[in-house]
């Protein structure tokens, strides 16, 4: 499920430089370009963990419109990031792993809907 992310990296790159160049045209990457695998019950389990730190990332929202210190701002910004990261270890994932994934979704039509679908029914009340 992993690919390091100096190759995602490399492999971004060159197609983009390629594309400016105008020596190729970009083609959709997608889950299996990048041998990486989801399952419905993967997907799941991400998207828990992606509405757990969109949850987070609110409450530090409101939480800095409250503060008008640099220093309270900063203390707000380092509990969200241990939030977060506590979010995504207890998810079984990096942040890292988390961001590649995000990333694959916004790219490959299909892991986006099954996304979208996995998000539809934890909306619709079957939350974990």
Excluded: C, W
């Amino acid at each position: 499920m992993k690919m390091p992310r100096r190759a995602l990296l490399n492999a971004l790159t060159l197609t983009a430089v390629a594309t400016f160049a105008g020596l190729a045209t970009p083609t959709p990457i997608s889950a299996q370009d990048l041998e990486i695998a989801m399952d419905r019950g993967q997907m799941t389990e991400f998207a828990l963990a992606h509405i757990a730190v969109n949850d987070a990332r609110d409450e530090f929202h409101g939480a800095v419109a409250r503060v008008h210190d640099p220093e309270g701002r900063l203390r707000a910004r380092e509990e969200v990031e241990e939030a977060i990261t506590a979010i995504l270890e207890e998810a079984g994932m990096t942040r890292e792993e988390y961001d590649q994934i995000t990333l694959l979704i916004s790219l490959d039509g299909e892991l986006r809907t099954m996304f979208e679908e996995v998000m539809a029914e934890l909306d619709g009340g079957t939350r974990g």
